[in-house]
């Protein structure tokens, strides 16, 4: 059976693991004014849109694959290409592919037939589109995890438990560099969780919100003052939980601009030397432009899976 891995553009991985396992993107789309910009996770334009970012461009607005584009892609390409196909997307909290997915393959089963036909193949084809509960670099995770026992022939229903396990275990943690673009992004969807009072005290006192992403819910879990030491707490605490034991063995960072930045932060290199130790793989890459248009550049995530519930002092 040819089993195939489709994510969406939020998931942060490196471009390389993309094409190595052969993972299909659905693209998200950022408008600002009459210009429209496709996330592809091409590492080139990541950094153009950040730099664009920094030099004070921001009203951008995300579009995220349609229904219609989702059953055209599946039914010109992925029917044929695959026997069954997981699509795992970003939090049905934090966006609506997972939606437009789960209304798409309807469509999808139901026609694929004739088109498999019509190219001498015979045999059913599945697709199962699966809620991450998580973001970005949590997403990463389970994608990764999900593309390598593809690739080692594991079957559907090992993968499909093995997903389902980590949509439940996989904890994503996320900090902004400055708190003025996450909060100006807030207002224009609605959200005030970041009001004036707790922005201008933020700002005067360099406190960062970390933001954890849990079980399909998330919001901050911690106020850490400076950027340098909170990168440094998430660094620890994930560093903790690799010797505790991960119930997969990846992790999953990256940053809102070079991720070769990381590499300079305090408490980088503690935590390489720990995950190699204990066999655990590290995946570092730019952050996709979905999280890079709401916290703004400069931010940095991290992910891993657990089976304990972290707390951050």
Same mark, same amino acid.
């Given at each position: 059976m040819r089993l195939g891995i489709v994510t969406d553009s939020a998931c942060d991985l490196p471009r390389s693991f993309f094409d190595e396992y052969g993972i299909t993107i659905l693209p998200i789309s950022f408008r600002s004014g009459d210009k429209v910009l496709v996330d592809q996770r091409d590492p080139a334009i990541t950094q153009a849109f950040y730099e664009r970012l920094v030099a004070g461009e921001s009203d951008h607005e995300s579009v995220a694959f349609t229904k219609e584009q989702i059953e055209d892609l599946f039914l010109s390409r992925l029917v044929l290409d695959y026997d069954y196909v997981f699509c795992i997307t970003l939090s049905s909290s934090r966006g609506v592919t997972f939606e437009n997915a789960s209304q798409a393959s309807f469509a999808i /089963?139901? !026609?694929? !037939?004739?088109?498999?036909?019509?190219? +001498?193949? =015979? +045999?059913?084809?599945? /697709? !199962?589109?699966?809620? =991450?509960?998580?973001?970005?670099?949590g997403q990463g995770v389970i994608v990764a995890e999900a593309a390598r026992m593809a690739k080692r022939d594991a079957t559907v229903t090992q993968i499909a438990d093995r997903i389902d396990e980590l949509t439940k275990t996989t904890q994503g943690f996320l900090m902004p560099a400055e708190l003025g673009h996450l909060r100006n992004q807030g207002r224009k969807r609605g959200d005030k969780s970041v009001g004036f009072l707790s922005y201008a005290l933020g700002t005067a006192l360099d406190i960062k919100p970390i933001v954890r992403a849990y079980r399909g819910h998330t919001g901050p879990i911690a106020k850490i003052r400076g950027f340098d030491a909170g990168v440094k707490q998430l660094f620890d605490v994930t560093r903790r939980q690799i010797a505790k034991g991960l119930t997969t063995n990846t992790i999953c960072m990256s940053y809102g601009g070079d991720p070769e930045k990381v590499k300079q932060m305090p408490g980088y290199n503690e935590l390489i030397d720990t995950a190699a130790? %204990? %066999?655990? &793989?590290? /995946? /570092? =890459? &730019?952050m996709g432009l979905t999280a890079g248009v709401n916290i703004g550049p400069g931010g940095f995530a991290i992910a891993f899976a657990s089976n304990e519930e972290v707390a951050i002092e």
């Open positions: /089963l139901n !026609r694929y !037939r004739e088109v498999r036909q019509k190219a +001498g193949l =015979s +045999g059913p084809f599945r /697709l !199962r589109v699966v809620d =991450s509960k998580n973001f970005f670099p130790a %204990n %066999n655990v &793989e590290v /995946l /570092l =890459s &730019e």
